[in-house]
């Protein structure tokens, strides 16, 4: 009996054990580069992504890879030569999509890569468009209805391009859920470790943004989007 009353007891114990946490899920990052792309617009969120912590197995969170409208060399701002991992032919599923910007105007005109970027921010969990990777964006329709920003050159600009986007001048990024959009150059990182403390927590942003010796101030308002 008394031995019976041990094993309820230990029992009990076990029910009450908090659960061990999961494991990370490695998550897919598709970075697009293409001819005259900006240097920082996508090395920051890289940058970002591939430092993002991982588990205690060592799981790294996040996979970063880049991607290209078609294979071959591309060179960014006119110094910079650089060869994508993938083609939009071949590329891996974007759990996580990046576009930057720079001479973004480029993509706008390729119908093939325009299929597929409206594809993979469909399928994707979250996409960031840095400076006027917010053109691509919403030429695709993702942001009608919804608040976003772009580097301050270009506001006046989306908003003639884009009249059903809230174009929001003088802000470092706009989360507008599925899409989070960015101002130029630097507020790329901002943005990433916005979606980095979206998806892993606040704390892992933190420690990513200190790793870096980056300052991140992000809006306070936006603590309730943060995973715990």
Not at 44 to 61: I, K, L, T
Not at 101 to 108: F, N, P
Not at 110 to 119: K, Q, S, Y
Not at 184 to 196: C, E
């Amino acid at each position: 009996m008394a031995a019976r009353s041990v094993l309820i007891a230990a029992g009990l114990l076990l029910a009450q054990r908090p659960a061990l946490a999961e494991p990370v899920r490695t998550r897919n990052v598709a970075i697009v580069l293409y001819e005259g792309v900006e240097v920082l617009d996508f090395a920051g969120p890289a940058e970002v992504f591939q430092a993002a912590s991982s588990d205690a197995d060592g799981r790294p969170a996040f996979r970063a890879f880049t991607v290209a409208p078609k294979k071959g060399p591309i060179l960014s701002q006119r110094f910079v030569r650089i060869t994508p991992e993938f083609s939009i032919e071949d590329a891996p599923k974007a759990d996580v999509l990046v576009i930057p910007g720079g001479s973004s105007g480029t993509l706008l005109d390729d119908a093939a890569f325009m299929a597929w970027v409206e594809r993979s921010i469909r399928d994707a969990e979250v996409t960031l468009t840095v400076c006027t990777g917010a053109f691509v964006a919403a030429r695709t329709g993702a942001l009608d209805g919804h608040g976003a920003t772009t580097w301050y050159g270009a506001v006046d600009r989306l908003r003639q391009a884009a009249p059903k986007v809230n174009v929001q001048e003088g802000r470092r990024f706009v989360d507008s859920g599925r899409i989070v959009t960015t101002a130029g150059v630097s507020a790329g990182i901002d943005g990433a470790l916005h979606v980095v403390a979206r998806l892993l927590g606040r704390n892992t942003a933190d420690l990513t943004a200190r790793y870096m010796e980056y300052h991140w101030a992000p809006e306070p308002y936006l603590a309730r989007n943060y995973a715990p």
